[in-house]
């Protein structure tokens, strides 16, 4: 199995941690893995489409309606022919 090593952990977030592994009886190392088995596996089920991600995001809301600006006419090109 393969080990990691995470450093510059906030202190208040690993006192949240011992916290935490002391109420569920684990030990950090095996409240960390389970805070990542549970959170990569609620992840799985997210669309991998960028629309999509946004979409959940932003449809709670309402919407956003964004104004459209108004279309010029199309300049003309140029003349390369000199």
Not at 9 to 33: I, N, T, Y
Not at 44 to 51: Q, R
């Amino acid at each position: 199995m393969a080990a990691i090593t995470i450093r510059n952990v906030d202190p208040d977030l690993k006192q949240r941690l011992r916290v935490r592994a002391a109420a569920s009886g684990h030990s950090m190392e095996e409240e960390a893995r389970n805070i990542l088995r549970a959170e990569l596996a609620v992840q799985d089920d997210e669309p991998a489409d960028l629309y999509q991600r946004i979409r959940q995001h932003v449809d709670p809301l309402g919407g956003v309606d964004l104004p459209l600006p108004d279309r010029e006419p199309m300049r003309e090109p140029p003349d390369l022919t000199r």
